[in-house]
C-alpha cells in the first residue's frame, strides 16, 4: 500500500498498536520515519526501533513502551499538525510547548529532525511535524 503521507501512516500505525496493546509495530522505512523513531526513542516514549527487510521492503520494527501492571502507554496521544494540504511553520521564538512541557512537538529544521526543545535551545525554527504526550 502506498502512503501519500508517511509521517501520518506512522503515527497511525503507532497508535492502534498503542490501543491493542501490541509489543511491536511495522513502519515502512524512509529516512523521516527512522528520524521520528529516533526523536521517539531519544524522549522514552518507545523502548527500541530496528530497521528490517532490504531494498524496497525495507520496514522498522518499532517497540513500544507501557507502564505498570495493567501495560498502560506510555504514549498517550499523536497529533499529525504540518500536513501535505496545510504545512504548518514556526520560527525560533513562536515554537509550541506540548501541555506546557510535558509532551514533546517534533520539528523539522534545516539542522535535521528535533524536539521543540532542541530546536529552541539550537535557535532554529522550522516545520512543526507532530506533537506527542
Not at 513502519?27 to 532490504?54: H, N, Y
Not at 507501557?66 to 496521544?77: A, L, S
Not at 494540504?85 to 534545516?110: D, H, Q, W
Request: hydrophobic letters at 40%.
Amino acid at each position: 500500500m502506498a502512503a501519500n503521507d508517511t509521517i501520518a501512516d506512522m503515527l497511525t500505525r503507532i497508535r492502534n498498536a498503542n490501543l491493542a496493546r501490541h509489543q511491536t509495530t511495522e513502519v515502512p522505512a524512509t529516512r523521516m520515519t527512522q528520524s521520528i523513531a529516533r526523536v521517539l526513542k531519544d524522549e522514552g516514549f518507545i523502548s527500541d526501533f530496528e530497521e528490517v527487510g532490504d531494498g524496497v521492503k525495507r520496514h522498522l520494527v518499532i517497540a513500544l513502551k507501557y507502564k505498570g501492571k495493567n501495560r498502560r502507554p506510555i504514549i498517550t496521544n499523536l497529533r499529525r499538525v504540518s500536513k501535505p494540504g496545510l504545512r504548518v511553520y514556526s520560527n525560533r521564538r513562536e515554537l509550541p510547548r506540548v501541555l506546557g512541557g510535558i509532551g514533546i512537538a517534533i520539528i523539522s529544521t534545516s539542522s535535521g529532525i528535533m524536539t521543540d526543545r532542541e530546536a529552541r535551545r539550537s535557535g532554529v525554527g522550522g516545520e512543526v511535524l507532530c506533537y506527542v504526550w
